[in-house]
């Protein structure tokens, strides 16, 4: 009996080690009411669509990843994004959204490219008022074209009509801002597995791992092996 009660712990604790890192791995952590994400921009056309762009650094349209003169883009999903670097940081411009509503409690969106500030930002109104805003991480030489996942709690303002504007006001280095993929959704992001609850575990269990929140990188399997390893392209061109 002992043995098996042994045996029954150990199973337990590898039950629960497995539990933690599929909740990792697939970033449950909403415990919301299970609503669907819904898809604000996902930039895979060939123009811009209904949202308005302004200047040149945004191009005609969603560029298809890496334009000339730039470090390797990656990081963005699909096979477009949008990317400021058009004629490279020295043109500036905005594209604007259509008005939309907030319909879920966060807003979540992959970002690169310049790291200032009111100058190569994402930025979400309400009412003409700027009330959430995002950068690049990427002040200095050097750096990555990488875009990162981020995310905006934004429960506050449901119901409410929003806009979002995507800036770039910069010309020096790190002139330029990446955008891609920009949802709506109940879950948080990855990473805060610390505000975990009990149930938030058992519902990232109950639902299979959901793959549309894998940023890939884009096709080359030997890009893919670098993405796993943490290492990334930074040679310029
Ligand atoms: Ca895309």
Redesign the pocket.
């Known amino acids: 009996m002992k043995n098996i009660a042994f045996t029954v712990a150990v199973l337990k604790t590898r039950i629960l080690a497995g539990v933690a890192a599929g909740f990792m791995l697939i970033g449950h952590a909403s415990g919301a009411e299970g609503r669907p994400d819904t898809v604000i921009a996902?930039?895979?056309g060939t123009n811009y669509g209904a949202w308005t762009v302004t200047g040149e650094a945004f191009g005609a349209g969603?560029a298809e990843g890496t334009l000339p003169g730039q470090m390797a883009v990656d990081g963005?999903?699909?096979?477009?994004?949008v990317n400021s670097f058009h004629k490279g940081d020295g043109t500036t411009g905005q594209l604007t959204s259509p008005p939309f509503k907030v319909e879920r409690s966060y807003i979540r969106f992959l970002i690169g490219g310049g790291g200032f500030a009111g100058k190569t930002c994402m930025n979400l109104l309400i009412d003409g008022k700027m009330v959430r805003t995002a950068t690049g991480p990427n002040t200095q030489p050097g750096g990555s074209e990488h875009l990162g996942l981020q995310s905006w709690d934004v429960h506050e303002f449901a119901g409410r009509t929003a806009v979002l504007e995507i800036v770039d006001q910069a010309t020096g280095g790190w002139g330029h801002i990446n955008v891609?993929?920009i949802i709506q959704t109940d879950h948080r992001l990855p990473g805060l597995i610390k505000e975990a609850t009990p149930d938030d575990i058992q519902e990232a269990v109950s639902e299979p791992a959901r793959q549309e929140w894998r940023p890939q990188a884009r096709d080359a399997p030997d890009r893919q092996r670098e993405n796993r390893t943490g290492v990334r392209d930074r040679v310029g061109r």
Do not use: A, I, N, V
Not at 76 to 81: A, Y
């Open positions: 996902d930039f895979e969603p963005f999903l699909g096979k477009r994004l891609d993929q």
